[in-house]
């Protein structure tokens, strides 16, 4: 699988772009603040059909703008396939085509085109933050499994509405709380899915990541991942009634908080050297790299669950390495299929004689 042609209308900097892509790769080089990271966003806005940074549609809209398109031309198998995703800032509505045809969920582009992106910025926010290690992990899995999306969708609609009943109706639940009974039901159903597909996951990534980091860090921890949460230890056939006995147990501290507090939303994903976690006591140099350890991890991870090689996309994946680490994650990344990456150190660090063609913004 790889991407042949991106182009982009009012997205983030870009009023009018189009940017060729050769099937092996391509570096693109040039100064911060030229939107050499908005153009790796948008080719995972494909994948994803929204920003990997978390932005809200309508803050991606050019400057002076009212909608931004992102197209792209796929080749999986030697099949074409064009992508769009367009958001309207006035109708404040957001639109997926597959080669011309409008899809019935947005979620459905999902799939479609497999990507990883691995980001400088997201080292401090992904490893720090427990939401986004989960929503790590959450878009990884649902990149080659649609039915966990679906359960994603279900779990956080059904999540929404037992905690708005928990907010509103919190003196009526403290005398009768049977009303909270079917969205525990539904919530534990949902939630249950959710948990088996990360641990599965997790137990496929963790020795791929740890060989990964062994080969990029010249320190000698060993890299793990470990998974916390309500049911994360219970049997696979038994996470339904653990997490719906969780639920009940309690009742009484979620009624008089007006929030949910347990499932698959309150677990934890954590990066750990030796046993001791990275967000805590890593260095910058070692939380990067237990980061990029893990992206290279999922790129095999889709591959094996999708048949297709994804796109791997390295923004400024090379500062604050020295040349020889840099080297190192140049000679890792020439295993993969095609690469888009960008930096700012040319010809600091001599791209131009390897694979890559080099674009200058």
Same mark, same amino acid.
């Given at each position: 699988?790889?991407?042949? %042609?991106?182009?982009?209308?009012?997205? %983030?900097? +870009?009023?009018?772009?189009?940017? $060729?892509?050769? #099937?092996? &790769?391509?570096?693109?080089?040039? /100064?911060?603040?030229r939107?050499?990271?908005?153009?790796?966003?948008?080719?995972?806005?494909?994948?994803? *059909?929204?920003?990997?940074?978390?932005?809200?549609?309508?803050? #991606?809209?050019?400057?002076?703008?009212?909608? +931004?398109v992102?197209?792209?031309?796929?080749?999986?198998?030697?099949?074409?396939?064009?992508?769009?995703?367009?958001?309207?800032?006035?109708? /404040?509505?957001?639109?997926?085509? #597959?080669?011309?045809?409008?899809l019935?969920?947005?979620?459905?582009?999902?799939?479609?085109?497999?990507?990883? !992106?691995?980001?400088?910025?997201?080292?401090?926010?992904?490893? =720090?933050?427990?939401?986004?290690?989960?929503?790590?992990?959450?878009?990884?899995?649902?990149?080659?499994?649609?039915?966990?999306?679906?359960?994603?969708?279900?779990?956080?609609?059904?999540?929404?509405?037992?905690?708005?009943?928990?907010?509103?109706?919190?003196?009526?639940?403290?005398?009768?709380?049977? /009303?909270?009974? *079917?969205?525990?039901?539904?919530?534990?159903?949902? &939630?249950?899915?959710?948990?088996?597909?990360?641990?599965?996951?997790?137990?496929f990534?963790?020795?791929?990541?740890?060989?990964?980091?062994?080969r990029?860090?010249?320190?000698a921890?060993?890299?793990s991942?470990?998974?916390?949460?309500?049911?994360?230890?219970?049997?696979a056939?038994?996470?339904?009634?653990?997490?719906?006995?969780?639920?009940?147990?309690?009742?009484?501290?979620?009624? %008089?908080?007006?929030?949910?507090?347990?499932?698959?939303?309150?677990?934890?994903?954590?990066? /750990?050297?030796?046993? %001791?976690?990275?967000?805590? +006591?890593?260095?910058?140099?070692?939380?990067?790299?237990?980061?990029?350890?893990?992206?290279l991890?999922?790129?095999?991870?889709?591959?094996?669950?999708?048949?297709?090689?994804?796109?791997l996309?390295?923004?400024?994946?090379?500062?604050?390495?020295?040349?020889? =680490?840099?080297?190192?994650?140049? $000679?890792?990344?020439?295993? +993969?299929?095609?690469? #888009?990456?960008?930096?700012?150190?040319?010809?600091? !660090?001599?791209?131009?004689?390897?694979?890559?063609?080099?674009?200058?913004?």
């Open positions: 699988m790889h991407l042949s %042609r991106l182009k982009l209308t009012d997205y %983030r900097n +870009f009023d009018r772009t189009t940017v $060729e892509l050769p #099937v092996e &790769g391509i570096a693109i080089s040039g /100064q911060n603040g939107g050499k990271s908005n153009l790796l966003e948008a080719i995972f806005f494909l994948a994803i *059909a929204k920003s990997a940074r978390g932005a809200q549609d309508r803050d #991606v809209v050019r400057w002076g703008a009212q909608s +931004f992102v197209e792209g031309s796929i080749i999986r198998q030697d099949v074409p396939i064009e992508l769009r995703v367009a958001f309207d800032s006035q109708q /404040q509505k957001k639109k997926a085509f #597959v080669d011309g045809e409008p019935p969920r947005v979620s459905g582009i999902v799939g479609q085109f497999n990507a990883v !992106l691995f980001s400088p910025e997201d080292v401090d926010l992904v490893l =720090r933050t427990p939401a986004e290690r989960r929503r790590l992990l959450d878009i990884l899995i649902s990149q080659s499994n649609p039915s966990h999306l679906s359960d994603l969708e279900t779990y956080r609609r059904v999540l929404a509405q037992r905690n708005r009943l928990l907010k509103d109706e919190g003196h009526r639940l403290r005398v009768d709380s049977s /009303q909270l009974d *079917a969205w525990d039901s539904q919530l534990a159903e949902a &939630g249950a899915r959710i948990v088996s597909d990360r641990l599965a996951t997790l137990s990534i963790e020795a791929r990541a740890c060989s990964f980091y062994q990029i860090s010249s320190e921890q060993a890299l991942l470990a998974y916390r949460g309500a049911v994360a230890s219970s049997a056939d038994a996470r339904f009634s653990d997490l719906l006995d969780a639920l009940r147990s309690r009742r009484e501290d979620e009624i %008089r908080l007006g929030h949910t507090l347990s499932g698959p939303h309150r677990d934890h994903l954590v990066f /750990q050297l030796d046993g %001791r976690p990275v967000h805590k +006591f890593g260095s910058k140099g070692q939380m990067k790299s237990a980061l990029l350890s893990w992206k991890a999922e790129a095999v991870y889709l591959e094996a669950h999708t048949g297709h090689q994804p796109v996309l390295m923004d400024d994946v090379f500062s604050e390495l020295d040349a020889s =680490r840099a080297s190192s994650v140049l $000679e890792l990344v020439d295993d +993969f299929g095609q690469v #888009v990456l960008t930096t700012a150190r040319d010809p600091d !660090l001599d791209i131009r004689e390897g694979r890559y063609g080099v674009v200058d913004l």
